[in-house]
């Protein structure tokens, strides 16, 4: 393993029973993820997500292949591998619902072996800022969703871990709490953690992760940088956005041009990339003096990209023979 690669999945393989009834739930997964970058894993449900984490965090034992942590080998250094790491885990699993925050926090805050003095500190400050300070004394269980996730999210940063395994992060939480939890991943980033965030809500992911990898079936079917990812399904049409109306230009839009009102803005897609139709129209919207605002290259958001991957099997064949890092359809990386 490269000295900078945080994580290092290889060959990472479950399967559940044997001969006719097995259920491979991860299959052959490779995957290199350096030091301080937010890795986006997405999936349907049953894909494989949770319990690559899983292995990942020690919960699982893996069928085949290894996994590593900072060099430390999952299965044969568990005790080093685990202090690498902290996890928020679907349905706060992480945290003892009998216990209140403040006994979460110095329960598992010793068990990774932290001194008292440097826990208590960091606990006030991780309960202050979640917004838990005046309840850290109340049982967990009477808490909403949404409080025990932030309990979950605690307990994970208590040791100042480099490697943050983030399993539906925001899930139950409100808009305020979940702007929270999304300037806690930025915040850990710009420090240097290694953060795998694993969600169903795609912006989330489209607004934090540098990176992105899709898995299908147990199987990793995309691996890209978010831009490039993006950029990989970039439809050859120009989008137009201007302030206000059109001022009685739609006449003049080319046959199959798209016009939608948004707010204060309208937003103009041309049918294909033709250059000289688009310098045409906003010669157009000059001389009728309509404030422009942005031309950008009409892209879907990573929400219908993932639909489409999930869909078809992982990446286009040009795409993915062309970018490094992109894998074949169905295929592990």
Not at 246 to 260: M, Q, Y
């Amino acid at each position: 393993m490269e000295r900078d690669s945080a994580i290092e999945l290889v060959g990472l393989s479950k399967v559940y029973g044997r001969g006719q009834d097995a259920l491979t739930a991860v299959d052959s997964v490779t995957l290199s993820v350096p030091e301080g970058q937010v890795i986006g894993l997405l999936g349907p449900n049953g894909a494989g997500k949770t319990t690559t984490i899983k292995m990942m965090a020690s919960l699982i034992e893996p069928t085949s292949g290894r996994a590593r942590l900072n060099g430390f080998d999952v299965s044969r250094q568990r005790s080093c591998a685990v202090l690498q790491i902290g996890a928020v885990l679907e349905g706060s699993r992480n945290v003892y619902w009998t216990m209140s925050p403040w006994q979460n926090l110095m329960y598992f805050g010793r068990l990774k072996g932290l001194p008292g003095p440097q826990i208590k500190p960091r606990a006030e400050r991780l309960l202050t800022e979640l917004g838990l300070w005046e309840r850290r004394n109340q049982t967990v269980g009477t808490f909403s969703r949404g409080m025990q996730q932030k309990v979950a999210i605690a307990v994970a940063l208590i040791t100042d871990p480099p490697i943050i395994l983030l399993d539906e992060p925001t899930l139950g939480l409100d808009v305020e709490a979940a702007r929270t939890v999304k300037e806690w991943i930025r915040r850990l980033a710009a420090e240097g953690k290694t953060v795998v965030l694993t969600t169903h809500q795609l912006a989330v992911t489209q607004e934090l992760a540098n990176r992105i990898a899709v898995i299908r079936s147990g199987k990793i079917i995309a691996d890209l940088p978010t831009a490039e990812l993006l950029a990989s399904y970039a439809e050859d049409q120009f989008q137009i956005v201007v302030a206000g109306p059109l001022n009685g230009l739609r006449a003049a839009l080319p046959s199959g041009a798209e016009v939608a009102p948004d707010g204060e803005v309208t937003r103009v897609t041309l049918p294909g990339a033709d250059t000289g139709a688009l310098h045409k129209f906003l010669g157009q919207l000059e001389a009728a003096q309509v404030p422009l605002i942005s031309v950008t290259k009409a892209q879907p958001d990573l929400e219908e990209i993932f639909i489409r991957l999930i869909r078809d099997g992982g990446m286009p064949a040009v795409e993915a023979g062309a970018t490094v890092g992109a894998t074949a359809p169905g295929g592990a990386l």
